[in-house]
């Protein structure tokens, strides 16, 4: 199971950190990511990290401004969001994937076997 947590409502500039929590013993085996979605819209991929954290993909709407982590000693990944615009305004989802390899990162929906229940996150102008 993934727990995320973490969203709220700041203004543009602000920042949020989200965590997702896991439960089970085997989480370095699984690849994580985080991703977001609109009333209306598909669901879009935020930012992927490898399963020992040494490796991170983002998209570019958030390089620069987001920053992926991982701590397996916790079971934890976080998703620190700095510089927050409007357009960010979206339900945030953290997922994990059982079909890891180690160095590998994974940005499609498809990739992905568990999901969070979403965070609400909310940046106004």
């Known amino acids: 199971q993934l727990q995320a947590s973490g969203g709220g409502s700041v203004q543009a500039g602000g920042s949020l950190r989200l965590s997702c929590a896991a439960s089970?013993?085997?989480?370095?085996?699984?690849?994580m990511g985080w991703f977001r979605q609109v009333p209306g819209k598909e669901r879009e991929f935020v930012a992927a990290i490898n399963r020992n954290g040494r490796s991170t993909q983002y998209a570019d709407s958030v390089k620069v401004r987001f920053t992926i982590s991982r701590d397996n000693d916790k079971n934890t990944m976080y998703l620190q969001m700095n510089s927050l615009k409007p357009e960010d305004t979206a339900i945030y989802y953290c997922?994990?994937?059982?079909?890891?390899?180690?160095?590998?990162?994974?940005?499609?929906?498809?990739?992905?076997?568990?999901w969070g229940q979403g965070t609400q996150v909310t940046v106004s102008s």
């Open positions: 089970g013993r085997r989480f370095n085996q699984y690849g």
């Open positions: 997922s994990a994937t059982g079909r890891a390899i180690l160095s590998a990162t994974y940005s499609s929906v498809s990739d992905y076997d568990y």
